[in-house]
C-alpha cells in the first residue's frame, strides 16, 4: 500500500511554489502553446503557468522545460526548473520530477530554493512507497532523501515534515522484515527467520513491529532448541510491552516449553 502525502503537505509545498510564480504574467496558454518555437521568456513561462493552472501539469512541465531550454542564462530558468519538478510531480511522473529537481540543485547548489529541491525528492521517492510483499528500494531511497533534508536543513519546516515521515518510512522497512521473516517460519526455517526478527529488533525497535518481533524470535529460538535465547526475548518484551497480547503469547509459550 502506497504512503500518501498529507493535505497540510500538499498546502507546504503549494505555499513554495507561489513564491516561485509570483509576479510573473497572468497570460492563458494559447492551443498552440506547447509547440517548440522561440519565444520570449514572459511569454513562455506565462503559458506553462497557465497550462499548470488548468491541472494540465505534463503539458505544464515540458513548458517550464522550455523555458530553460530557450532562455537558460534567464533567472526564470531557474524559477523553471523547480516549476517543471513540482508539475511532474503533480502528474505523478516522480522520476522526471527527481531529474528536474537534481537538475537544479547540480545548477544551483547554494540557492535559497535547495532545501525545496531536496524536500521534492525525497517526496518523490516517499509516494512511490510500495506494499512490503514487494521489493524495498524505493523505500531506502525514500530513507536516504529525507534524512538528507534533515541532516542540512534542520530548522526548517521541510525537516520537520521529513522526521514524521522517517518514522512511518522505518515502520514500512520493519513491516518488509517482519513479512520475510512469516515467509521463513511458515516453511520452518527457524534460522533464517530469526535472523530477520533480531533485524527488527536490533535496527527498527521503536516500530510497531518490534514486539510482535520479539515474540516471534521467542518461537523461534524455542523450535531451535535455544529456550535460554527465548527467555530472553519474552522477558525483553515483558519489560517494554508488558500489556501486549504478544507479551501473553510468548509467556505463555516460555512457560509450556522452556521451563
Given at each position: 500500500?502506497?504512503?500518501?502525502?498529507?493535505?497540510?503537505?500538499?498546502?507546504?509545498?503549494?505555499?513554495?511554489?507561489?513564491?516561485?510564480?509570483?509576479?510573473?504574467?497572468?497570460?492563458?496558454?494559447?492551443?498552440?502553446?506547447?509547440?517548440?518555437?522561440?519565444?520570449?521568456?514572459?511569454?513562455?513561462?506565462?503559458?506553462?503557468?497557465?497550462?499548470?493552472?488548468?491541472?494540465?501539469?505534463?503539458?505544464?512541465?515540458?513548458?517550464?522545460?522550455?523555458v530553460?531550454?530557450?532562455?537558460?542564462?534567464?533567472?526564470?530558468?531557474?524559477?523553471?526548473?523547480?516549476?517543471?519538478?513540482?508539475?511532474?510531480?503533480?502528474?505523478?511522473?516522480?522520476?522526471?520530477?527527481?531529474?528536474?529537481?537534481?537538475?537544479?540543485?547540480?545548477?544551483?547548489?547554494?540557492?535559497?530554493?535547495?532545501?525545496?529541491?531536496?524536500?521534492?525528492?525525497a517526496?518523490?521517492?516517499?509516494?512511490?512507497?510500495?506494499?512490503?510483499?514487494?521489493?524495498?528500494?524505493?523505500?531506502?531511497?525514500?530513507l536516504?532523501?529525507?534524512?538528507?533534508?534533515?541532516?542540512?536543513?534542520?530548522?526548517?519546516?521541510?525537516?520537520?515534515?521529513?522526521?514524521?515521515?522517517?518514522?512511518?518510512?522505518?515502520d514500512?522497512?520493519?513491516?518488509?522484515?517482519?513479512e520475510?521473516?512469516?515467509?521463513?517460519?511458515?516453511?520452518?526455517?527457524?534460522?533464517?527467520?530469526?535472523?530477520?526478527?533480531?533485524?527488527v529488533?536490533?535496527?527498527?525497535?521503536?516500530?510497531?513491529?518490534?514486539?510482535?518481533?520479539?515474540?516471534?524470535?521467542?518461537?523461534?529460538?524455542?523450535?531451535?532448541?535455544?529456550?535460554?535465547?527465548?527467555?530472553?526475548?519474552?522477558?525483553?518484551?515483558?519489560?517494554?510491552?508488558?500489556?501486549?497480547?504478544?507479551?501473553?503469547?510468548?509467556?505463555?509459550?516460555?512457560?509450556?516449553?522452556?521451563?
Amino acid at each position: 500500500m502506497r504512503i500518501k502525502v498529507s493535505t497540510p503537505v500538499a498546502i507546504m509545498m503549494a505555499a513554495t511554489v507561489c513564491s516561485l510564480v509570483a509576479g510573473c504574467a497572468g497570460r492563458t496558454g494559447k492551443k498552440g502553446d506547447t509547440s517548440y518555437v522561440a519565444r520570449d521568456v514572459n511569454t513562455l513561462y506565462s503559458a506553462a503557468k497557465a497550462r499548470l493552472d488548468r491541472k494540465q501539469y505534463k503539458l505544464a512541465a515540458a513548458l517550464f522545460d522550455e523555458v530553460e531550454r530557450q532562455h537558460p542564462y534567464s533567472i526564470w530558468a531557474r524559477r523553471a526548473q523547480l516549476m517543471s519538478a513540482f508539475s511532474y510531480y503533480l502528474a505523478r511522473d516522480y522520476p522526471e520530477s527527481i531529474s528536474s529537481a537534481q537538475r537544479f540543485l547540480a545548477i544551483h547548489p547554494g540557492n535559497k530554493d535547495a532545501a525545496y529541491a531536496n524536500y521534492l525528492i525525497a517526496i518523490d521517492y516517499y509516494e512511490q512507497i510500495t506494499d512490503v510483499t514487494r521489493d524495498q528500494k524505493i523505500t531506502q531511497q525514500a530513507l536516504d532523501s529525507l534524512s538528507e533534508v534533515i541532516r542540512r536543513y534542520p530548522d526548517t519546516r521541510y525537516a520537520a515534515d521529513a522526521r514524521l515521515k522517517v518514522d512511518l518510512v522505518l515502520d514500512h522497512l520493519a513491516g518488509k522484515e517482519m513479512e520475510i521473516g512469516r515467509f521463513y517460519q511458515r516453511r520452518a526455517q527457524w534460522l533464517a527467520a530469526t535472523i530477520r526478527f533480531r533485524k527488527v529488533v536490533d535496527e527498527y525497535d521503536t516500530t510497531s513491529h518490534a514486539p510482535e518481533a520479539l515474540m516471534r524470535l521467542t518461537e523461534s529460538y524455542l523450535a531451535l532448541g535455544i529456550p535460554d535465547e527465548a527467555r530472553k526475548s519474552a522477558a525483553v518484551l515483558g519489560a517494554n510491552y508488558p500489556g501486549t497480547e504478544w507479551y501473553q503469547r510468548a509467556y505463555s509459550l516460555v512457560q509450556k516449553h522452556a521451563s
